[in-house]
């Protein structure tokens, strides 16, 4: 279980280590690759080539997902892992618009569309292995180690990003100091396709598997006869994804371009609340064993439909404390999300179509509420010049998931195939 869980959790590690490092250096690479005489311009332009990434994703979904129900598990995440990786060195090694001018970007957003698309197939076939490997008692509390990678990743790209700027000028960090957390991407993948090549398949895939009940035809079973899951999967991933990305992928520019905070500052204080978020979130999935999934995201979404304006209005204010403690609660409301999704979300599917269905439906949400957020909340901040635009954007995505978390049914303690 244990080795089960660190070789899911490192593909998890390993795509929001390229997600940290890219964010955290948004505007840097806005410098080097989208050369403008506008910061504005620059920003917006990095973060559309982030959102490509994932406008392709639930490509990567449909491709991965039901080739997971066909072939297994194991080996489908191990080409991910592969891909995801492989992308993520490749940025590192980019010229910039300095030295082959257009093409530096166009060679991005090609990286970026191989990322998203390997990508397409992480989280849902993660998600799977863990939970068909857990007990039903205890699927809370394990599938939960899965975004303790997913923090740990950021964690990781975003710390050695704040060192490195912290340490190097501008000059320095424009020149070739961004291209390092990028490199690192390297050896982190070679380590999670090792931990995956050595692990068995699932126990619930390889039962299916000898008892040949396997699909023939799993993406066709999966859209025509699990719309009505994939659907609630979409429903309750939107909040999910734009909390999500406002909070991990969006702050760090948020708190040192609209909020004027020192960049080290900013970069130090979401770093911070990650580790808190690492240490609470195990907690949580022990906790959504005890009381159930749904409580727990309910109670999360209603807290994000009321907490985001006046959490938003006290960062706005400029001062660093009330700034910490804005972002403390919208830190919070996440974590309850991030320790009871990863169990709740496989629960909707049933074992011959459970890779396929949560990864086109969770694809298909990200693809427009998770990636996204950073770009559209840039936009939105220029078109209006109001500071309190993210606080809307995350209470009308909580208004639209509150339903499909109150429709679903409660899968605690439940056993996984019904």
Known sequence: MRRAIAAAAMGNCMEWF?????????????????????????ILSSFAAFALSFLIRPFGGLFFGPLGDRIGRQRTLATTILLMSGSTFAIGLLPGYASIGILAPILLVLARLLQGFSTGGEYGGASTFIAEYASDRRRGFL??????????????????VTVLTLLLPREAMDAWGWRVPFLAAGPLGTIGLYLRLRLDDTPRFKSMEHRGETADSPLRETVTQNWRPILLCVGMVIVYNVIDYTVLSYMPTYLSQVLKIGEGSALLIVVALMLLLMALITFVGRLSDRVGRKPILVGSCVGLVLLPYPAFLMMSQGHLFETIVGLLVLGLLLVMLLGTMPSALPALFRTRVRYGGFAIGYNLSTSIFGGTAPLVLSALIAATGSKLVPAFYVMAAALVSLVPFLLAKETAKEPLEQ
């Open 18 to 42: 390229d997600f940290g490092t890219y964010s955290y250096l948004a505007v840097t690479i806005g410098r080097v690759f989208f050369p403008s005489g506008s910061t504005t311009v620059q």
């Open 143 to 160: 599938c939960s180690w899965l975004e303790f990678g997913t923090l740990a990743g950021y964690v990781l790209g975003a710390s050695l």
